[in-house]
């Protein structure tokens, strides 16, 4: 079964800092996606960013990028010039190719920004 | 814009009721999930389906059923609900046969008494 860690529950930036936040991942499948979704304290789930497994190219989405290294099944989310709003729980998921977009998660990393 | 809508934001249960959380979409989405989450184990995948009147067990289905009588509705159903089903509910949908990204409901916060 695939599993997805996330081994930091917490992180902290001051406001125009960057910060990452870690996500390992292990699978035996050669193709799949990896997310990286946000939770604002009002709920609701909102994709950052999605890589395929395919792709040797980094993700990137404006401020978010991440580090993807298949070889270590590591997926990293860095987030650049840390706005207050960035502020939530982030959560790296998974799913297999075939999977019809079910997803995997990890244990989420709760972002606190400094002003 | 699109729409994952769940029925309640907060709900207060006795334990042995018999529950039913709500969720409908307006995205015409072929897959539809039940996820719960918990602080600490992230979101841990209910049931889910991929069609009208079928669905399939996920991580953690005991104590769980669902239903999909149409495609927009998908009905997650606590049969006797008990202090350790005390959790946040998400639900979630998506297009069949692709891995493109998942809407969410705002979730439902189920107190079990």
């Known amino acids: 079964a695939q599993t997805v860690t996330q081994s930091q529950p917490e992180m902290s930036v001051q406001e125009a800092e960057t910060v990452t936040l870690s996500c390992t991942y292990d699978?035996?499948?050669?193709?799949?996606?990896l997310f990286w979704y946000k939770q604002p304290p009002s709920r609701q789930m909102i994709l950052v960013i999605r890589?395929?497994?395919?792709?040797?190219q980094n993700a990137t989405e404006n401020r978010f990028s991440v580090n993807f290294q298949k070889a270590a099944k590591s997926f990293s989310l860095k987030i650049s010039d840390s706005q207050l709003g960035d502020a939530a729980m982030y959560f790296c998921a998974y799913s297999r190719e075939t999977s019809g977009s079910r997803l995997t998660f990890g244990e989420g990393t709760q972002l606190t920004v400094n002003p | 814009d699109v729409k994952v809508t769940q029925s309640s934001r907060y709900l207060v249960k006795r334990t042995g009721e018999k529950v039913f959380l709500e969720c409908v979409q307006d995205?015409?989405?072929?897959?539809m999930f039940w996820y719960r989450q918990d602080p600490g184990l992230g979101l841990r995948l209910i049931y889910f389906?991929?069609?009208?009147?079928?669905?399939e067990k996920g991580d953690i289905p005991e104590g769980y059923s669902v239903s999909r009588e149409k495609k927009e509705r998908f009905s997650l159903i606590l049969e006797s609900a008990s202090t350790n089903q005390t959790s946040m509910y998400l639900c979630?949908?998506?297009?069949?046969?692709?891995?493109?990204?998942?809407?969410f409901g705002s979730g439902t916060q189920l107190s079990v008494l």
């Open positions: 995205m015409d989405h072929e897959n």
């Open positions: 890589q395929e497994a395919y792709k040797q």
């Open positions: 389906s991929y069609d009208v009147k079928m669905k």
């Open positions: 699978t035996s499948e050669s193709d799949y996606y």
């Open positions: 979630a949908s998506g297009l069949r046969g692709t891995n493109e990204k998942l809407f």
